[in-house]
T-cell receptor
Framework: DVKVTQSSRYLVKRTGEKVFLECVQD?????MFWYRQDPGLGLRLIYF???????EKGDIPEGYSVSREKKERFSLILESASTNQTSMYLC?????????????????FGQGTRLTVV | GIQVEQSPPDLILQEGANSTLRCNFS?????LQWFHQNPWGQLINLFY???GTKQNGRLSATTVATERYSLLYISSSQTTDSGVYFC????????????FGPGTSLSVIP
């Protein structure tokens, strides 16, 4: 079974702190994603990565950066946490569809990290 | 970019009733998935269904890619079916960018 693991289930940080959210997948997936989920706004894509050291901005990248030094790990970084970044953060991974046509590209999610910035 | 719509936004069912959730998308996609978000926030994969019909117990899904919609059927609903149902599409671009619909919030009452 695919496993996507996020480092923390709950996290409380202070305004201005640098925050690292870690995500690890064990299925050699090329793609990894970070979303945030807020009431009434659904899941919004922050950043995604389609290969090691490669990243693309999603719909709401402001205030965030990412790092993908190894294929299995994708980190979300809040350089200076603010209260409006209090949210549920969800990481996902999937195979790339650029390859064997028969491969499925189903995305799998971690358990989520509820981040509170005070 | 691609737009994903889901209807209805909210649904209340009596236990045992059937329901149909709909997902419309505005452009061609590589794949489509249905998820159920449980009370703890985790997204559970229900179906990976870029086209055709699949069934899993009381749930089934149909995607008509040429007409850009997908349907999720829930039969004989149970209180444990409550939660938010999302469809997500992987749009046909250079990258596998997965975009979510706004979700349908389902409440099944005894």
């Amino acid at each position: 079974d695919v496993k996507v693991t996020q480092s923390s289930r709950y996290l409380v940080k202070r305004t201005g702190e640098k925050v690292f959210l870690e995500c690890v997948q064990d299925m050699d997936h090329e793609n990894m994603f970070w979303y945030r989920q807020d009431p009434g706004l659904g899941l919004r894509l922050i950043y995604f990565s389609y290969d090691v050291k490669m990243k693309e901005k999603g719909d709401i990248p402001e205030g965030y950066s990412v790092s993908r030094e190894k294929k299995e790990r994708f980190s979300l970084i809040l350089e200076s946490a603010s209260t409006n970044q209090t949210s549920m953060y969800l990481c996902a991974s999937s195979l790339s569809h650029w390859g064997l046509v028969s491969r499925g590209t189903e995305a799998f999610f971690g358990q989520g990290t509820r981040l509170t910035v005070v | 970019g691609i737009q994903v719509e889901q209807s209805p936004p909210d649904l209340i069912l009596q236990e045992g009733a059937n329901s149909t959730l709909r997902c419309n998308f505005s452009d061609s996609v590589n794949n489509l998935q249905w998820f159920h978000q449980n009370p703890w926030g985790q997204l559970i994969n229900l179906f990976y269904i870029p086209s055709g019909t699949k069934q899993n117990g009381r749930l089934s899904a149909t995607t008509v890619a040429t007409e850009r919609y997908s349907l999720l059927y829930i039969s004989s609903s149970q209180t444990t079916d409550s939660g938010v149902y999302f469809c997500a599409v992987d749009q046909k671009t250079s990258y596998d960018k997965v975009i979510f619909g706004p979700g349908t919030s389902l409440s099944v009452i005894p």
